[in-house]
């Protein structure tokens, strides 16, 4: 299992995949999306891109950017920014 799962039209994303992702604990993650803290965007791609998706996540200057397919199957992922162990702060 990925930690992805599809959703109608969106994707699921498992709070301990955002967590690790971010550098933060899992228990933390639902509260910083629910706060609008983690921002979250689900692009659809198009041309040779077409049947994969692009799921990203932001908190502060930390980024996790997933590739995935139709089945939430991660084909590629990248953190952009500092990574900090713990705390969101």
Do not use: Y
Not at 13 to 33: R, S
Not at 42 to 68: A, D
Not at 75 to 80: E, G, S, V
Request: proline share 1%; net charge positive; aromatic share 4%.
């Amino acid at each position: 299992m990925s930690g992805v799962t599809r959703e109608g039209e969106g994707f699921v994303v498992e709070a301990a995949l955002l967590a690790e992702g971010l550098g933060l604990q899992a228990d933390e993650v639902p509260e910083l999306m629910r706060s609008g803290q983690i921002s979250s965007r689900c692009e659809k791609g198009t041309g040779e891109h077409e049947g994969r998706w692009r799921l990203s996540f932001r908190l502060g200057g930390r980024t996790l950017r997933l590739t995935v397919d139709g089945a939430g199957r991660i084909l590629a992922r990248a953190r952009i920014g500092g990574v900090n162990r713990g705390s969101a702060g």
